[in-house]
């Protein structure tokens, strides 16, 4: 694992051990950075889920402003700690210890929103439209912005976006990278 481009190009990034942790595939990241790679310069990015934090680290390493870290395994955030010292990109993280239906709800309260968020939940636990939901719901994406949901199902159940917050969506594209999923769920614009 290793950052691919940029800044911090080629650094070989610690990974958590175990099985509670399934980092990104290389594939998977280039195909995901390919597609945002000319609207990444100067925005903010929200890695939730973030385990090693390797998608964070990527959009800052790419030129993202500034990337917020969130993940509730103290294993994992220590490992995150190590790569961000490793790449030299601290001056432009935060890291936050909690559970992602919590951060979702201090996040709204704040009225956080980001750029882009990529989430990429615990594969098998169905949490795709819901979490969907409840990022849509709170704000957490601005208008113009992309959110990225990572899974091992070719459907997020029926759809990627339920119908409750279909009216924020602009457009749902869906990319397959070898054994894994990508949904991207563009947040409407303001219309003038």
Do not use: C, H, N
């Given at each position: 694992m290793?950052?691919?481009?940029?800044?911090?190009r080629g650094t070989r990034l610690f990974s958590p051990q175990g099985d509670e942790v399934r980092p990104t595939t290389e594939m998977a990241k280039e195909g995901v950075f390919s597609a945002i790679q000319f609207d990444l310069e100067g925005r903010t990015f929200l890695d939730l889920f973030a385990g090693s934090g390797q998608m964070g680290l990527e959009a800052l390493s790419r030129g993202a402003r500034e990337a917020t870290f969130v993940d509730c395994s103290e294993d994992s955030l220590k490992v995150l700690r190590k790569n961000i010292e490793k790449t030299k990109l601290g001056d432009r993280c935060r890291?936050?210890?909690?559970?992602?239906?919590?951060?979702i709800?201090?996040?709204?309260?704040?009225?956080?929103?980001?750029?882009?968020?990529?989430?990429?939940?615990?594969?098998?636990k169905d949490l795709g439209p819901e979490l969907v939901k409840r990022i849509l719901r709170a704000g957490l994406v601005k208008?113009?912005?992309?959110?990225?949901?990572?899974?091992?199902?070719?459907k997020l159940d029926t759809a990627p976006v339920p119908q409750e917050v279909l009216?924020?969506?602009?457009?749902?594209k869906?990319?397959?990278f070898s054994k894994c999923y990508v949904f991207f769920v563009r947040v409407k614009r303001e219309e003038l």
């Open positions: 290793r950052i691919i481009t940029g800044s911090a890291v936050v210890r909690s559970e992602y239906g919590e951060y709800k201090s996040a709204s309260r704040r009225e956080q929103a980001f750029d882009f968020v990529y989430a990429d939940p615990p594969y098998g208008q113009g912005g992309v959110l990225m949901v990572e899974t091992d199902r070719e009216d924020q969506v602009e457009s749902i869906r990319y397959k």
